[in-house]
């Protein structure tokens, strides 16, 4: 009898199967986790939940609302930096190079500190939110301009050369051949890097933005209870970020499914 928990290489399981499979390494995760609480003695206590709901669900709402606004800001830096790093000027290649290496090649921590505490205070930018949104729209506008230049880079040369052949102008190149593409191929990744904005506005805590983590670290300033505070601060992400990552996934699938045609 085959095993119900085993697929043939390229085989894609069934929801069942999946799913049972799901359940089971969850359970395995779970258990573990929990056992090792036991071992260190460790009661959780979610009792803080009910007492402070309202703030957690407004920390939770401003980790959404600096991740969109993030993501389109971001969105509009990346664009220009991805046809600025193929750009015939090249001071304006070499800065758009410069800019996505310094900005992937630092961390996140880091950028923060400085840009709040030198830049921020120079060109008096003094609202926090205002600053954290700002920040982590450069720090991830570098990563969609790689997102979209490797995108632009997978277009097929042909399809352009037929575009021209058929008498299409720039534009109606532009409008009935890239810009569809680009959008079908860069969709998951985009999605992927809202899921990790998510995630990375976490760190704007350590400038007092009053988001999800700096909101968990409060109550639990106030509740003495770590434990049961940041078990609850990550489980919050995950039901942020899993639909997101979700998404990703099928929107991958559909790619796959288009370029298999």
């Not at 000027?89 to 500190?113: E, F, H, N, S």
């Not at 008498?167 to 899921?195: D, I, K, N």
Request: proline share 4%; aromatic share 10%.
């Amino acid at each position: 009898m085959r095993n119900p928990f085993t697929v043939r290489p390229g085989e894609r399981p069934g929801p069942v199967k999946a799913a049972a499979s799901y359940l089971i390494v969850c359970a395995l995760v779970i258990g573990f986790f929990w056992l090792s609480l036991l071992q260190v003695g460790v009661a959780l206590d979610f009792g803080f939940v009910a007492q402070y709901h309202v703030r957690i669900l407004d920390g939770l709402l401003l980790t959404v609302q600096i991740a969109v606004g993030s993501l389109v800001a971001s969105l509009a830096i990346g664009l220009p930096v991805a046809v600025g790093q193929g750009s015939r000027i090249l001071p304006v290649r070499y800065l758009c190079d410069v800019y996505v290496k310094l900005m992937r090649g630092t961390p996140l921590l880091a950028q923060i500190y400085l840009f709040f505490y030198i830049v921020g205070t120079a060109w008096g930018v003094e609202n926090r939110l205002v600053a954290g949104i700002i920040i982590l729209s450069i720090f991830s506008g570098a990563y969609i301009a790689e997102i979209v230049r490797g995108s632009l880079t997978s277009l097929d040369a042909s399809q352009l050369e037929a575009a021209r052949a058929v008498g299409f102008t720039r534009r109606q190149t532009l409008r009935y051949v890239v810009v569809p593409q680009l959008v079908s191929r860069t969709l998951p990744a985009l999605t992927g890097q809202l899921a990790s904005m998510i995630k990375d506005s976490s760190l704007l805590s350590v400038i007092a933005v009053i988001e999800l983590t700096q909101t968990m670290q409060e109550i639990s300033s106030a509740t003495f209870n770590l434990f049961g505070t940041y078990l609850f601060l990550a489980g919050a992400y995950l039901a942020l970020t899993l639909p997101l990552m979700f998404v990703s996934r099928y929107f991958e699938r559909r790619l796959d499914y288009a370029h298999a045609d």
